[in-house]
């Protein structure tokens, strides 16, 4: 089948059990391999949404199997909001308030929907961009989409209604550093409007940082933007020991993490033309301030590590302790108390949970390393799976650990 054909079948589908969801507020960054620490590219999403309880989960597509990061609460799974296939293409989004289409007025948002569509029939960031195209109009869209691909592939598509415009991060006039970073505005749209203009100065710095001390990872976005309280405006980090308020208490407004935030994910691609199978999907569910990351790759199919998998509760082990954690950062609920946050909270949640991400991570790292140079490995992945479940901590007792 061709793959017009395909998008649309996907779409009509997807659009027939569309309904309207709360409006996200995201921050991100599409890294080709020339700026990172490994050569790998890296897709990553810091997601600020209406919607607390996410999870990871695996689905066969029109053509290719993925991974995604789906909302728990929405049995129709009809929408994606970052994520991987078996081909090594992955996508994520930010919403965008300053291209003003005018379906919206009449239509819901379809970013999910068409992220979702998208993952069961692209392999490349070309593909992506001929699905962009081949879409019904008007395409009921206000959004920027990241993707990157197994071939060295990496783009931002600012898309609307009637028209897209493409962001190569290869092309060294747009991204002379190797990077684009978007929050919820587009640079095609209307100069001024939209949202999330100092969160995106605070990751433009953060990352600028990170880029020229050669440290570009997942490990380093999940340890540095994704829990950093860094305020461009005021030239301020509520973490340092010079910065954090004596009361222990700030205002949330700017901070890249935020109480909206629901999850911060990392798609680490591979260096063009190697195995797709080695892609893998780092995933911070919850409050990312409050949690910590876990990996899962799409060749394992709905062998996903427990902590970030939905369970007999409906919701994802790792998501119920950083809800748990971040009811301690945001403890009051009246009147406009539900703005200010505990910074001290904050501190010991990160150095709480710190020690394992770190574990997580190398051990991740190691299957990653592996499926890279000897092939796709599942007992390497059961091994992971089940370490990382022995590992993580007891809900209860942790939320006792940080007072």
């Known amino acids: 089948m061709k793959l017009r054909n395909l998008i649309t079948t996907a779409m009509a589908v997807a659009l027939a059990i569309t309904s309207?969801?709360?409006?996200e507020a995201c921050t991100s960054a599409v890294i080709s391999g020339r700026a990172t620490k490994s050569g790998r590219p890296l897709l990553w999403k810091h997601r600020d949404t209406g919607t607390e309880w996410n999870h990871i989960e695996h689905f066969k597509g029109e053509k290719y199997a993925f991974q995604a990061l789906v909302n728990s609460k929405d049995e129709s799974r009809k929408e994606a909001w970052a994520g991987a296939n078996e081909k090594g293409f992955a996508i994520m989004n930010t919403a965008s308030y300053n291209m003003k289409p005018d379906s919206l007025k009449y239509l819901p948002e379809n970013e999910g929907v068409v992220m979702k569509a998208a993952l069961g029939v692209c392999a490349t960031v070309d593909e992506f961009e001929e699905f962009i195209k081949n879409m019904p109009l008007p395409r009921a869209l206000e959004t920027n989409f990241g993707v990157i691909d197994a071939e060295g592939g990496a783009a931002y598509f600012e898309v609307w209604d009637y028209g897209y415009t493409k962001f190569d991060v290869n092309d060294v006039a747009l991204a002379p550093n190797g990077y684009i970073i978007r929050s919820n505005y587009s640079f095609s749209g209307v100069q001024d409007d939209g949202m999330g203009y100092i969160r995106y100065q605070n990751a433009e710095y953060l990352i600028h940082r990170g880029y020229a001390a050669g440290e570009l990872s997942a490990e380093w976005i999940f340890a540095n933007p994704s829990r950093s309280f860094f305020n461009a405006i005021l030239d301020s980090?509520?973490?340092t020991e010079g910065g954090r308020p004596e009361s222990g208490w700030a205002i949330d407004q700017d901070y890249i993490p935020r109480k909206s935030s629901s999850a911060s994910v990392v798609v680490e691609g591979v260096v063009a033309g190697s195995n797709p199978d080695a892609t893998t999907i780092w995933t911070v569910l919850g409050y990312p301030p409050c949690s910590y990351a876990v990996a899962s790759w799409v060749k394992a199919?709905?062998?996903?590590?427990?902590?970030?998998?939905?369970?007999s509760e409906g919701t994802a082990p790792v998501n119920r302790m950083a809800v748990a954690l971040k009811r301690k950062v945001f403890p009051v609920t009246r009147g406009n108390g539900s703005k200010?946050?505990?910074?001290?909270?904050?501190?010991k949640a990160i150095d709480a949970l710190r020690p394992?991400?770190?574990?997580?991570?190398?051990?991740?790292?190691?299957v990653r390393?592996?499926?890279?140079?000897e092939g796709?490995?599942?007992k390497k992945i059961e091994a992971y799976n089940n370490a990382v479940k022995t590992m993580m901590p007891d809900e209860k007792w942790?939320?006792?650990?940080?007072?």
Not at 341 to 346: F, Q
């Open 398 to 403: 942790i939320v006792l650990q940080v007072k």
């Open 20 to 23: 309207i969801m709360p409006a």
């Open 301 to 311: 199919g709905d062998k996903i590590a427990a902590p970030i998998a939905v369970d």
């Open 376 to 378: 796709f490995s599942m």
């Open 237 to 239: 980090d509520l973490m």
């Open 369 to 373: 390393d592996a499926i890279a140079k």
């Open 340 to 347: 200010y946050m505990r910074t001290d909270v904050i501190a």
């Open 356 to 366: 394992y991400e770190q574990q997580s991570i190398a051990t991740a790292a190691e």
